[in-house]
């Protein structure tokens, strides 16, 4: 409990010291004209209050990462506390605040455009492609968990499908229904149901959150395991080892690429600068709290670690029937059925956004104007057909799997594009620079451990050549930064 209560702390206060240093870091202008002011168009530059673009926020980079990955991430021990923690802290909430401040400041301007622009056109155009194709990896995850989720609530009886493990024709409808909702959500101006849904579904997220904290703190039969040790508690270390595997499994609640994609959505509604602590640093603390409460749970409920690996090898990984267990056991059958609801509607509206996200990517990128309905519809035809290609042609594991390295690939290419843009303001290098290297180096090391790629039976090889894929990038940048200087970039 003592670790736990600790690591909460440091959380909250982060929001008002670390929080406070990256405003003054980046030069926070109340009186700057932001873009939803400049280039309103009643679609996507829209105003909103900073409350409903906080919730939104929220919802948009939670879910299912901080709930599930926190869940799965326990079964490494008490050392998850520790990654959620420091990583939300210094790594995700920077990231998300400094690449959102950078959005803001180039009228809302999606990731790849904003990476162009510090790293080079020729990075642009691979970024293009690859957070265009992570957001339909993620809209295709999100499309098919909650119909899994709904239909396992239901006990839906099924046929095979690769993404679902089964299907039938009852969650055919579940899904269809989703479906139908991602479609009207990534068309209709951002006021029309983000706005106006969002914040219900935030409330229900937090709430999920307080009712397990609630128990976590007064219920007795339920104790957290304290950080003793930086020991690897998984049941198979060999095969998961903490360095990649707990940074990849526990993503949202640390840092997550994902998260650069959905800022420009709100640095659209943004009606002042100042928005920017609550908006995007405040949003990821928040998450990293969620991710924090959901990782003790998942340890305490269980009896420890090894129970927890226990549950997960009996569950089949299947970290949504082991929130409903826990739910149902905690706090009720009745509240189990809102946090089920809870879950559902984190993975919507994650969906929903991330083929928003990817509309706009291409937009972008193709240069079309997208106040007109027709061109809208244009862009989301093949955006949805390839989503529900990787439904029926992926295993839900590899598409996870697959989402997860990509997340992290694109949060180290964020932080680079961070350390070009500190560098060309000439302060606070290192806020940037260290996340970077560590984030490259997870990337790096993951394809040479991870068995899905090279996964090198030699770990101390694959350690190494991890280490000089890290150097050779930073000395590219070393030379980029040089030549920055020299063209004096601004």
């Known amino acids: 409990m003592i670790t736990f209560l600790i690591c909460l702390t440091l959380l909250i206060a982060a929001y008002f010291t670390y929080g406070r240093y990256l405003e003054r870091l980046v030069g926070i202008d109340p ?3 932001t873009p939803c002011n400049r280039l309103y168009d009643g679609v996507d530059y829209v105003p909103l209050p900073r409350w409903r673009i906080f919730l939104i926020q929220l919802l948009n980079i939670a879910g299912l990462g901080p709930i599930f990955g926190a869940v799965l991430g326990a079964a490494y021990g008490p050392v998850a506390f520790l990654w959620i923690t420091l990583g939300g802290i210094f790594m995700g909430a920077m990231h998300d605040f400094i690449s959102g401040v950078i959005s803001l ?9 904003l990476v162009g ?3 080079g056109p020729g990075v642009k155009i691979v970024m293009r492609l690859f957070s265009a194709g992570l957001m339909i990896l993620v ?3 999100f499309l098919s968990q909650p119909a899994s989720l709904i239909a396992n609530r239901l006990d839906i009886p099924s046929l095979d499908v690769p993404a679902f493990g089964g299907f039938s024709w009852l969650l055919l409808i579940v899904l ?3 479906l139908l909702y991602y479609i009207a959500a990534t068309l209709l101006p951002v006021d029309k149901i983000i706005g106006r849904i969002y914040p219900i579904f935030g409330f229900a997220l937090l709430f999920m959150a307080l009712g397990i904290l609630f128990v976590l703190l007064f219920d007795r039969d339920y104790v957290i395991p304290e950080l003793t040790s930086l020991r690897n508690c998984i049941a198979d270390a060999r095969n998961f080892p903490i360095v990649p595997m707990l940074f990849t499994t526990i993503a949202c609640g640390a840092i997550s690429g994902f998260h650069a994609t959905q800022s420009p959505l709100m640095a659209r509604c943004m009606r002042n600068e100042r928005e920017s602590r609550s908006v995007f640093y405040g949003a990821m603390i928040s998450e990293s709290i969620i991710a924090l409460i959901w990782a003790a749970i998942g340890m305490a409920f269980w009896g420890g670690v090894e129970g927890l690996n226990a549950a997960i090898a009996q569950y089949g990984g299947q970290a949504g029937v082991m929130i409903d267990v826990i739910a149902t056991k905690t706090l009720g059958p009745v509240l189990a059925g809102f946090v089920i609801f809870g879950v559902v509607a984190c993975a919507v509206t994650s969906g929903d956004t991330a083929f928003r996200s990817a509309r706009l990517i291409v937009a972008d990128f193709m240069g ?9 519809i244009y862009i989301c035809i093949p955006l949805f057909a390839l989503g529900l290609l990787i439904i029926f042609g992926l295993p839900f594991q590899a598409m996870w799997s697959y989402f997860a390295w990509m997340n992290q690939t694109l949060a ?3 932080l680079w594009m961070i350390v070009v843009y500190l560098h060309r303001r000439g302060r606070g290098l290192w806020v940037g620079l260290l996340p970077a290297l560590v984030m490259t180096y997870v990337c790096a090391s993951y394809v040479f451990v991870s068995p899905l790629m090279f996964g090198m039976a030699n770990r101390t090889a694959a350690y190494w050549l991890g280490g000089v894929v890290t150097l050779l990038l930073l000395v590219v940048m070393i030379f980029k930064l040089r030549r920055d200087d020299a063209k004096g970039c601004a």
Do not use: C, F, H, N
Not at 105 to 113: H, I, K
């Open 31 to 33: 009186s700057a004209t």
């Open 105 to 113: 400041r180039q009228d809302g301007a999606s990731l790849p455009e």
């Open 117 to 119: 622009r510090y790293l």
């Open 139 to 141: 809209g295709a995850v």
């Open 176 to 178: 269809g229904v989703i």
């Open 368 to 376: 079309v104007e997208q106040r007109t309905l027709r061109k809208r």
């Open 412 to 414: 180290a290419v964020t």
